[in-house]
C-alpha cells in the first residue's frame, strides 16, 4: 500500500498515570524518574498494561497501519532501556550537557557496557497479542546513549562507550524481531544534535547496533520535542550520512522546520518515514494541510518508498490533540494514495489513439 502511516514512537500518556506537567516541566530523563507516575509500585505495571491497550485502541482508531506500544510504559525514550545495562551506576549518576546546552542527571558509566537481559520483548510481546496490525518496536540507539552518559569507564572514550552500547543494542534488536516485530526503529537525536562526533563515529555504531539483522529497521533523526525545544534549524547537519547506514529506513522531520525535502536525494535507497504533523502546533491540521506535505517530498522519493508519520513522538500533547493529529494524518494520506492510485491507472492505460 502506498503512504502507509504509522507513529514515530510515542503516544501521550494518561493524566491518571503520570504527572504530565511535572513530565512537561523538564527535559526527558536520562536517569530513573519513578517519582512521575501516579500509580503506587504494586499495581503500576497494571495499570501501564491498561493505558497501552488505550494507546493501542487509539491508533487503530485512528486508522494508522503500523501500530507501537506509544511507549506508554516509558518514562522517556531512553531512559527505560540505558538503565537497564551492567556498567551503570544507577544510586549515583552522572551529569552530561543536554542539546540545549544544560547539565542533566545521566547514567554513570563505570564499567563495561553490557546487556544482561531482554529489556522490551515484553513490550514488544503485549503490542503484538493486542492488534493483528504491523508493529514497530523502539530502541534508544548507541551513539544518543553515549552522549547522554558521563562516561567514567573506557578512559572517558565515548566512541568506545557508543560502540559497547551498540552491542547491547543488537543482542535487544534480535530479540524485538523473535518477539514478533516487524520494524524495529534506534531513536538517535543526538547524530543532529552533536555532528561532529556523529560523523567521527556515529554510522559506525549504528552499524554495529544492525549487524547482521536481516529484518526492516529504521533511524530516526530528529531536533528534538517541539514542547521541549522551540528553535528549528532549517536543515539538518546530519542526515545524508545515514545513505551509508545499514537500516531500511530514516525517519524524519519535515513540517515544523518546512524542511527542504531536496535533501531527501541523498537518501536514495531507503525508505523514507516522512514527518507531517506539526508538534509545536496544538491545532489539528486539516487533511489537506498534511496531504500538501506529503506531496513536498514526492519529487525526492518515490512514493512506494514514503511511510507517513507525526515529525516526532507525540508524548507532550494533550490525548485528545494527539488523536485529532493522527486522524488527519491518515486522511491526508488517503488524499495522496488516491491521487497515485489516479495517475497511476492513467499511466497504465497508455495514450489514446
Not at 321 to 349: D, F, P, S, T
Request: charged share 25%; net charge neutral.
Amino acid at each position: 500500500m502506498l503512504f502507509p502511516t504509522t507513529l514515530v514512537g510515542s503516544y501521550p500518556q494518561p493524566e491518571w498515570l503520570i504527572d504530565r506537567a511535572r513530565l512537561a516541566g523538564r527535559f526527558p530523563p536520562r536517569v530513573r524518574a519513578r517519582e512521575l507516575w501516579r500509580i503506587p509500585e504494586p499495581y503500576l505495571a497494571e495499570a501501564q498494561d491498561d493505558a497501552t491497550v488505550l494507546a493501542i485502541r487509539a491508533q487503530e482508531e485512528a486508522g494508522l497501519d503500523i501500530i507501537t506500544d506509544g511507549e506508554i510504559r516509558r518514562e522517556s525514550y531512553s531512559n527505560r532501556f540505558a538503565t537497564a545495562l551492567d556498567g551503570i551506576d544507577l544510586d549515583n549518576p552522572g551529569t552530561a550537557l543536554d542539546r540545549s546546552g544544560h547539565p542533566n542527571p545521566v547514567p554513570r558509566v563505570v564499567g563495561p557496557i553490557r546487556r544482561r537481559h531482554a529489556i522490551g520483548v515484553g513490550d514488544a510481546q503485549f503490542l503484538r497479542r493486542h492488534t493483528r496490525r504491523l508493529i514497530k518496536a523502539t530502541v534508544p540507539g548507541p551513539f544518543t546513549m553515549a552522549q547522554q552518559a558521563q562516561i567514567d569507564y573506557y578512559g572517558g572514550s565515548r566512541e568506545r562507550a557508543a560502540m559497547d552500547y551498540a552491542v547491547a543494542v543488537n543482542a535487544e534488536v534480535r530479540d524485538l524481531f523473535s518477539a514478533g516485530a516487524d520494524i524495529v526503529q534506534l531513536d538517535e537525536p543526538y547524530l543532529q544534535a552533536r555532528p561532529e562526533e556523529a560523523r567521527a563515529f556515529g554510522l559506525a555504531a549504528l552499524n554495529r547496533a544492525l549487524e547482521g539483522i536481516t529484518h526492516t529497521t529504521a533511524v530516526h533523526i530528529c531536533f528534538g520535542y517541539a514542547a521541549i525545544i522551540h528553535v528549528r534549524p532549517p536543515g539538518y547537519s546530519f542526515l545524508a550520512e545515514l545513505g551509508g547506514c545499514s537500516c531500511r529506513q530514516v525517519s524524519i522531520e519535515t513540517a515544523q522546520s518546512n524542511l527542504d525535502c531536496s535533501v531527501l536525494r541523498g537518501l536514495s535507497g531507503k525508505k523514507i518515514i516522512l514527518g507531517v504533523i506539526d508538534l509545536a502546533n496544538l491545532e489539528v491540521e486539516s487533511p489537506q494541510l498534511v496531504a500538501s506535505r506529503i506531496r513536498r517530498a514526492l519529487p525526492y522519493v518515490d512514493p512506494a518508498d514514503v511511510i507517513v508519520a507525526p515529525d516526532c513522538g507525540m508524548k507532550y500533547l494533550p490525548r485528545e490533540v494527539a488523536l485529532g493529529k493522527l486522524q488527519a494524518m491518515v486522511a491526508g494520506a488517503q488524499i495522496v494514495r488516491a491521487e497515485a492510485e489516479r495517475e497511476r491507472a492513467h499511466n497504465a492505460a497508455g495514450p489514446k489513439l
